[in-house]
C-alpha cells in the first residue's frame, strides 16, 4: 500500500471562489465570499501633491474610493475638489493579485490609461496603470 500524497493546505479565501473558475485560476474580485481575510493586494501612489509622494493600501474584497471627509465608509480617501464623495469602487483579490475598477456615477469621471470608463462598467487593471480619478492621478502597484 503506497502512501496517499498529501493535500494543499486551504485556509479561509484561498483558493477560486467563482464558481465557474476551474481549478488553479486565479480568484475573480467579484467573487469573494464575505468576511474574506483582509489580505493586501496592492497600493494606489501618487506624487500629485507631495514630492516624497501618497500611497494608500489596496485590500482584498471591496474598497470605496471617495473625496477625504464627504462620505462615511471610505477605504481611500483623496483629498482633491475633483474627487466625487463616492467616486470609484475597487475590487480586489490577492494570491496571486487581480484588481477590477468600477466608476460609482462619479461627476469628473474615472479613466484608466487616459480612457475614461463608463459608470457602472467593471475594468480589469494591471500592474502599473495609470488611473485618474476627476483630476487627481495615481498609478496601481499590484502585489
Known amino acids: 500500500m503506497g502512501a496517499e500524497a498529501p493535500q494543499p493546505l486551504r485556509g479561509p479565501g484561498s483558493g477560486p471562489t467563482?464558481?465557474?473558475?476551474?481549478?488553479?485560476?486565479a480568484r475573480d474580485p467579484e467573487f469573494l465570499p464575505p468576511g474574506s481575510p483582509r489580505v493586501l493586494a496592492g497600493f494606489l501612489v501618487s506624487y500629485e501633491t507631495t514630492d516624497l509622494g501618497s500611497f494608500w493600501p489596496v485590500y482584498q474584497g471591496t474598497n470605496t474610493l471617495g473625496r477625504k471627509d464627504a462620505a462615511d465608509?471610505?477605504?481611500i480617501e483623496i483629498d482633491h475638489p475633483t474627487t466625487s464623495s463616492r467616486h470609484a469602487t475597487i475590487l480586489a483579490s490577492a494570491r496571486p493579485?487581480?484588481?477590477k475598477i468600477e466608476?460609482?456615477?462619479?461627476?469628473?469621471?474615472?479613466?484608466?490609461?487616459?480612457?475614461?470608463?463608463?459608470?457602472?462598467?467593471k475594468r480589469e487593471l494591471r500592474d502599473g496603470q495609470i488611473l485618474r480619478f476627476g483630476g487627481y492621478t495615481a498609478t496601481l502597484k499590484i502585489i
Do not use: K, M
Open 73 to 75: 465608509g471610505l477605504s
Open 103 to 121: 466608476d460609482t456615477g462619479s461627476t469628473n469621471g474615472t479613466y484608466v490609461d487616459d480612457e475614461r470608463i463608463p459608470a457602472g462598467t
Open 97 to 99: 493579485g487581480r484588481i
Open 18 to 25: 467563482d464558481p465557474a473558475a476551474p481549478a488553479g485560476v
